[in-house]
């Protein structure tokens, strides 16, 4: 069994920024950020190989959020910036065992308790 814990949410207002974080209690094959607002399904927001750092975002994200690793901390990221309101959400650290770059919730084997990201207009 994975455990996962994310940290780095908070409030910030339109336009700032936020690093979210997330530990693993072991190496897997991928992880990604999920997020989900007040009564919507949870959404991909990024994803990355472990082993060579590919990646993949959602088109809401790319330009405005990285996702990064750090293998040897066992350490996921995800750098937000020019953040907006739309962004809220609780944000999910997930992992799997498999290579594959997905968006597809039903993939990842493990998944953190959620972090809450509020951005105020």
């Known amino acids: 069994q994975v455990h996962l814990e994310e940290s780095g949410g908070g409030l910030v207002q339109a336009g700032g920024s936020l690093r979210l974080s997330c530990r693993t209690s072991e190496r897997t094959g991928s992880m990604a950020w999920f997020r989900q607002a007040p009564g919507k399904e949870r959404e991909f927001v990024a994803a990355?190989?472990?082993?060579?750092?590919?990646?993949d975002y959602t088109d809401s994200a790319k330009g405005r959020f990285t996702i990064s690793r750090d293998n040897a901390k066992r350490a996921l990221y995800l750098q937000m910036n020019r953040l907006k309101p739309e962004d809220t959400a609780v944000y999910y650290c997930a992992a799997s065992t498999s290579l594959i770059l997905t968006g597809i919730v039903s993939t990842y084997d493990y998944w953190g308790q959620g972090t809450q990201v509020t951005v105020s207009s």
């Open positions: 990355i190989r472990l082993r060579d750092g590919t990646t």
